[in-house]
C-alpha cells in the first residue's frame, strides 16, 4: 500500500537548521510530484514546498524562499526539505504529501494531493 513517512522534526533554535525526510513506498516515487505542507496550531494548512517529477521543478511559498530547498533522490525513495535559518513562526506540524500525477502545487485542495504521511512536529524556540 502506498505509504508516507515523514521524520527529521524536533526542536531547534532560531537561525538553525533541520532536514525533513518523506520516505514513500507502495509506488514509483519517480513518477509522482511531492509536495510539503504545514499547519501551525489554530491555523490553515499551507503550501511550504513542492518537487515535480516530470523534470524536477521545485516551488516554494514565499514565506520560505531562500531559506528552505526541497529536493529528491528517486533511487532511495526519499524528498527531502532542508530547512535553514528557522524562525519561531516556522513551528508546525510538516506533511509530506503525493501529487496525483507528475507535475506538483502549493494548493492541497481539490484533490491535487492523493496520499499525506502523519506528519512531523517542528518547533523553533529559544
Known amino acids: 500500500q502506498v505509504q508516507l513517512v515523514e521524520s527529521g522534526g524536533g526542536l531547534v533554535q532560531p537561525g538553525g537548521s533541520l532536514r525533513l525526510s518523506c520516505a514513500a513506498s507502495?509506488?514509483?516515487?519517480?513518477?509522482?510530484?511531492i509536495g510539503w505542507f504545514r499547519q501551525a496550531p489554530g491555523k490553515e494548512r499551507e503550501g511550504v514546498s513542492c518537487i515535480s517529477a516530470s523534470d524536477g521543478s521545485t516551488y516554494y511559498a514565499t514565506s520560505v524562499k531562500g531559506r528552505f530547498t526541497i529536493s529528491r533522490n528517486n533511487a532511495k525513495k526519499t524528498v527531502y526539505l532542508q530547512m535553514d535559518s528557522l524562525k519561531p513562526e516556522d513551528t508546525a506540524v510538516y506533511y509530506c504529501?503525493?501529487?496525483?500525477?507528475?507535475?506538483?502545487?502549493?494548493?492541497w485542495g481539490g484533490g491535487r494531493y492523493d496520499y499525506w504521511g502523519q506528519g512531523t512536529q517542528v518547533t523553533v524556540s529559544s
Open positions: 504529501a503525493r501529487y496525483s500525477g507528475y507535475g506538483c502545487s502549493l494548493h
Open positions: 507502495g509506488f514509483t516515487l519517480d513518477y509522482y510530484g
